[in-house]
Antibody
């Protein structure tokens, strides 16, 4: 059974940093691209970014709203995905989901974690 | 960026009704379109990918269609458990973008 479990969220002051983690199990993590998607309270889904797999040099893509402040990384040996968030703004307050990209060729998100909540407030 | 516009933003329908939600892309996305269902307090769930392919385990009353810039999600016979918010997503180009969501309520 595919499982994605996020952790690392919490309350942080504006300008602060956080590192979110996503522990994956039930599939060959190293084969898959992985995404982060966020959802502000009461709002819709916003794509944050993607990391490709080793075969594609672990290259990354980001939404313009987070580029330069957020960094996606992964550790295939630990089946883990990470999101380093720096220079946090109040508008970064959201539930952050990790999601598996289905297979190369379709790129939809076939499994999602339950999310970890980040609150940016002074 | 490719903008995704869903309509309606919300709707109310009765059990057994046929329901259609539309999604329009600001440019052609060549069927690189997925639909997700999100229940309150839950993570999104994949329903349809490639515009018309049903995700494994999704009831057959759900179907997707469309091409070019215009796509639809259809529920052939609405069930109480279908009350949720539905999102379309394009993955033709970066940044990946979602529609604003359609809230479906059961009368």
């Amino acid at each position: 059974e595919v499982q994605l479990v996020e952790s690392g969220g919490g309350l942080v002051q504006p300008g602060g940093s956080l590192r979110l983690s996503c522990a994956a199990s039930g599939f060959t993590f190293s084969d898959h691209y992985m995404d982060w998607v966020r959802q502000a309270p009461g709002k819709g889904l916003e794509w944050v970014g993607r990391t490709r797999n080793k075969a594609n040099s672990y290259t990354t893509e980001y939404a313009a709203s987070v580029k330069g402040r957020f960094t996606i990384s992964r550790d295939d040996s630990k089946n883990s995905l990470f999101l380093q968030i720096n220079s946090l703004k109040t508008e970064d307050t959201a539930l952050y989901y990790c999601a598996r990209v289905a297979t190369i060729g379709t790129y939809h998100l076939d499994y999602w974690g339950q999310g970890t909540l980040v609150i940016v407030s002074s | 960026d490719i903008q995704m516009t869903q309509s309606p933003s919300s709707l109310s329908a009765s059990v057994g009704d046929r329901v259609t939600i539309t999604c329009r892309a600001s440019q052609g996305i060549n069927n690189n379109l997925a639909w997700y269902q999100q229940n309150p307090g839950k993570a999104p769930k994949s329903l349809v990918y490639g515009a018309s392919n049903l995700q494994s385990g999704v009831p057959s009353r759900f179907s997707g269609s469309g091409s070019g810039t215009d796509y639809t999600l259809t529920i052939s016979s609405l069930q109480p458990e279908d009350s949720a918010t539905y999102y379309c997503q394009q993955y033709k180009s970066y940044p990946v973008t979602f529609g604003q969501g359609t809230r479906l309520e059961i009368k």
